[in-house]
T-cell receptor, first 113, second 117 residues
Framework: QQQVKQSPQSLIVQKGGISIINCAYE??????FPWYQQFPGKGPALLIA?????SEKKEGRFTISFNKSAKQFSLHIMDSQPGDSATYFC????????????FGTGTRLQVTL | GAVVSQHPSWVICKSGTSVKIECRSL??????MFWYRQFPKQSLMLMAT?????????EQGVEKDKFLINHASLTLSTLTVTSAHPEDSSFYIC?????????????FGPGTRLTVT
């Protein structure tokens, strides 16, 4: 019940296209859903996060869509750029002092010219 | 804001020796820090949760005596890999939890690449 399933495992998108990464969770107690971006040899960087009280959150070219009934959330990268090429991890947790992040398996995104 | 640093960024040590990795929250106080391990092309694996002033909580399967964690202050946690062996070679990443937003947000350090020869 603690799993977060992420797909696809890898993704190739042309420059200017839309990258879409999907995640599904099982634990209905989760109430915080962040996305992290990781470049090779670096630590993950918090990209954007959402809570279940909203269905969408947008920050620049990055949008999270959240479907509480389906227990799914997705990351959309609009106008994808070569600099977006990285590994993206979704995660989920409960808020509170005992919270721990449960990570998805990651998606390797390559944006081609 | 929310910057976490790690030192060293990479370290090579000989089998049987110990190595210490530091994790610092630079611009906020972190009562809780986390230590992760990441193998190539894999997700992050939580090793332990480090709470300031108390013993760390280790995940199932993580050897407490091999991976010693000390959270000495609100801005510093250390991971010591004792009697390191080649199979301990990995990318170790710490994170610090921000007290804002209901204690949910975690900010990660840049990671430490450990190679045991």
């Amino acid at each position: 019940q603690q799993q977060v399933k992420q797909s696809p495992q890898s993704l190739i998108v042309q420059k200017g296209g839309i990258s879409i990464i999907n995640c599904a969770y099982e634990n209905t107690a989760f109430d915080y859903f962040p996305w992290y971006q990781q470049f090779p040899g670096k630590g993950p960087a918090l990209l954007i996060a959402i809570r279940p009280d909203v269905s969408e959150k947008k920050e620049g070219r990055f949008t999270i869509s959240f479907n509480k009934s389906a227990k799914q959330f997705s990351l959309h990268i609009m106008d994808s750029q070569p600099g977006d090429s990285a590994t993206y991890f979704c995660a989920a947790s409960k808020t509170g002092t005992a919270s721990k992040l449960t990570f998805g398996t990651g998606t390797r995104l390559q944006v081609t010219l | 804001g929310a910057v976490v640093s790690q030192h060293p960024s990479w370290v090579i040590c000989k089998s049987g020796t110990s190595v210490k990795i530091e994790c610092r929250s630079l611009d906020f106080q972190a009562t809780t820090m986390f230590w992760y391990r990441q193998f190539p092309k894999q997700s992050l694996m939580l090793m332990a949760t480090s709470n300031e002033g108390s013993k760390a909580t280790y995940e199932q399967g993580v050897e407490k005596d091999k991976f010693l964690i000390n959270h000495a202050s609100l801005t510093l946690s250390t991971l010591t890999v004792t009697s390191a062996h080649p199979e301990d070679s990995s990318f170790y990443i710490c994170s610090a939890r921000s007290p804002g937003t209901g204690f949910a947000e975690q900010y990660f350090g840049p990671g430490t690449r450990l190679t045991v020869t």
